[in-house]
């Protein structure tokens, strides 16, 4: 009886290690990128901003700066420049971290 439970045991155990091996392979770190353009669009609901014809996330810890100070998301317009950098997910998402008001890009 004692074999029987110690046999299950090492049963699960080595099929819990299986799965986690699976979940760890199939996991891709985001990728650190770098944007700018015209704002073309925003949405204060879900978090969105439209630049360059691109759908972006804001995340909720998202360094902003307008007019050279201290910013939020909420204080960004439609027409504004920007430059920005993102997180690029293996799923297609796109989350800004940092983005920062710039007169000097041309518009896109």
């Not at 986690?20 to 770190?29: D, E, F, R, T, V």
């Not at 972006?56 to 050279?68: D, F, L, N, P």
């Not at 799923?91 to 710039?102: A, F, K, T, W």
Request: glycine content about 10%; charged content about 20%.
């Amino acid at each position: 009886m004692t074999y029987v439970k110690r046999f299950c045991s090492v049963m699960v155990l080595l099929s819990a290690c299986w799965v986690l091996q699976g979940q760890a392979a199939s996991y891709a770190p985001p990728v650190q990128m770098e944007g700018q353009g015209v704002i073309h669009g925003l949405s204060f609901e879900t978090d969105q901003i439209l630049v360059g014809g691109q759908m972006y996330y804001m995340s909720q810890t998202a360094r902003v700066e307008i007019a050279g100070s201290y910013g939020a998301f909420t204080m960004l317009k439609e027409g504004m420049k920007v430059r920005f950098n993102y997180l690029e997910y293996a799923d297609g998402r796109n989350e800004i971290v940092e983005l920062y008001e710039d007169n000097n890009i041309e518009d896109s």
